[in-house]
């Protein structure tokens, strides 16, 4: 007689904690799965931008439902405590999201333009996100690392994604070549955070940290460098910025938006994650080194962009001081400075995308109409792109009425209660000279008597249209009623 066996316990599986990232993965594989059965149907396009937009639909009613949860129950982690679900995952993955949607819609113009292959975008982009929202909830140092890697892949594709042209290969080429050594260093960050604590769970690491003194912090003090690294490529900080300028111009300019606003939110997630949460008691070792990458970033983006004659090049360096200005709000290292941070990377996601997107317009067929001279006289031409570029460009100086002055201020506040008035010294100095080289577009758009010779005529399709009212929208909103995304990123202040 055949004894009972016993059943073999196994742990469960919390599915909503995950459900974000498996609905966005799955849309990218449902459009790759059609793509193949379909080739050459009519429609394959259309299909995979529903598809992409019902993944994106779903992942934000999951997103929803985690909200409800953590406001009723808590923040909570699952997946044997290597994904966490708090409002800062959720709050980050909206931002995500809106970026992703904002980014496919300004493809679909862009793609038939250019008579690219559509579904195949569309799909790298989808799971591309999924590797963002798993980053914003990684609550291991091996799941940021996994989600890094499912993030940077479908990139180092996109920027390489139009094979025509030299640029978009040189950009991809160079983006996989030095991604690839950034992530060899977070990774060995990894190991040597491993050696010293035991463990790769960041709350592992915050008991290991709270009950013993390490004698030794050799060891602990050179992994978090190592992260910061990684960490200071994705986010596009000095001296990390490398790749930045040849990677934005040369990668088509959807994917330049899309870089520029959903990856960065994911990078900062993940690295405001890792130092509140691991490292919040070595605070007094890591605040110096964001402090350094925060003022290089400051100087070194507003500096470059005055010399570039290259609007996406100029936009490049933008994007690196920008980075600056949410590392004032990371080293204030203060529940002010997350909320700062938080607020400025859904401002800055909205304007980058919406500017960027009268860039896509100008840059014409073959998208290499980008220098300076292809803007003058533009007010002329296409008023109304010329008012939507200006409003944009106002907005990422920081003038006031835009989410762009409040933003800056929130970063600034943040800095002030930490006691850091050097840093906000340099922060408002690099604003004044960042205001130079956005007017001068503006100057050349209204003030210049001469139009460019041979400009094409410009055409705006409904989903870049659509992306330049949303931006131009929730920029004013946030400069004018910024309350209700104030509390919002106050309430994701509550980490787990």
Request: aromatic share 10%.
């Amino acid at each position: 007689m055949i004894a009972a066996v016993e059943p073999i316990p196994t742990p469960g599986t919390d599915w909503l904690a995950i459900a974000p990232e498996v609905a966005l993965a799955l849309a990218g594989v449902l459009v790759v799965l059609g793509r193949s059965l379909a080739r050459r149907a009519p429609g394959v396009l259309a299909a995979s931008t529903v598809t992409a937009f019902a993944g994106l639909a779903a992942a934000g009613l999951f997103s929803w439902a985690q909200w409800i949860r953590v406001r009723e129950d808590g923040p909570y982690t699952a997946l044997s405590g290597m994904v966490a679900v708090d409002g800062f995952r959720v709050f980050v993955g909206v931002v995500v999201l809106a970026a992703t949607l904002m980014a496919l819609l300004l493809a679909l113009g862009y793609l038939g333009r250019e008579r690219l292959e559509g579904p195949e975008y569309v799909a790298l982009v989808l799971l591309s996100a999924a590797g963002m929202l798993a980053m914003a909830s990684a609550n291991d140092l091996i799941v940021v690392f996994v989600a890094l890697e499912i993030l940077s892949l479908p990139l180092y594709v996109l920027a390489a994604f139009d094979r025509r042209r030299l640029a978009s290969q040189e950009a991809g080429l160079k983006y996989f070549v030095l991604g690839a050594f950034a992530s060899a260093v977070f990774l060995y960050g990894v190991a040597l955070i491993y050696g010293a604590t035991g463990t790769t769970s960041l709350t592992g690491i915050t008991r290991f940290l709270a009950a013993n003194t390490l004698l030794e912090e050799g060891v602990l003090l050179g992994g978090i460098a190592l992260l910061l690294v990684g960490f200071g490529f994705k986010v596009a900080a000095a001296p990390f910025h490398m790749w930045t300028p040849d990677v934005y111009q040369g990668a088509p300019t959807p994917v330049t938006a899309f870089m520029a606003s959903a990856t960065k939110a994911a990078a900062f997630a993940a690295l405001l994650r890792v130092l509140l949460t691991a490292f919040d008691t070595y605070r007094v070792d890591w605040r110096p080194i964001v402090w350094a990458l925060a003022v290089l970033s400051l100087v070194v983006g507003s500096v470059a962009a005055l010399v570039q004659t290259d609007v996406k090049r100029m936009l490049a360096y933008s994007s690196i001081s920008h980075a600056g200005y949410v590392l004032i709000g990371v080293q204030a290292a203060n529940e002010r400075g997350l909320e700062a941070a938080l607020f400025y990377l859904f401002a800055y996601a909205f304007m980058v995308v919406g500017t960027l997107a009268v860039v896509t317009l100008v840059g014409g067929r073959g998208d290499d109409r980008h220098t300076l001279d292809t803007y003058r006289g533009l007010a002329s031409r296409r008023p109304a792109l010329a008012g939507v570029l200006a409003f944009l460009l106002l907005a990422q100086t920081g003038v006031p009425v835009t989410g762009g002055f409040v933003a800056k201020l929130g970063v600034f506040v943040a800095a002030v209660d930490a006691g850091e008035y050097a840093l906000v010294l340099v922060g408002v100095l690099a604003a004044a000279v960042a205001a130079f080289f956005y007017l001068r577009v503006i100057v050349l758009m209204y003030m210049s008597g001469e139009e460019e010779s041979g400009a094409p005529a410009l055409r705006v399709d409904p989903g870049t249209g659509l992306v330049m009212v949303a931006a131009v929208a929730f920029t004013l909103w946030l400069g004018t009623f910024p309350g209700a995304l104030l509390t919002f990123a106050r309430d994701a202040t509550l980490l787990f």
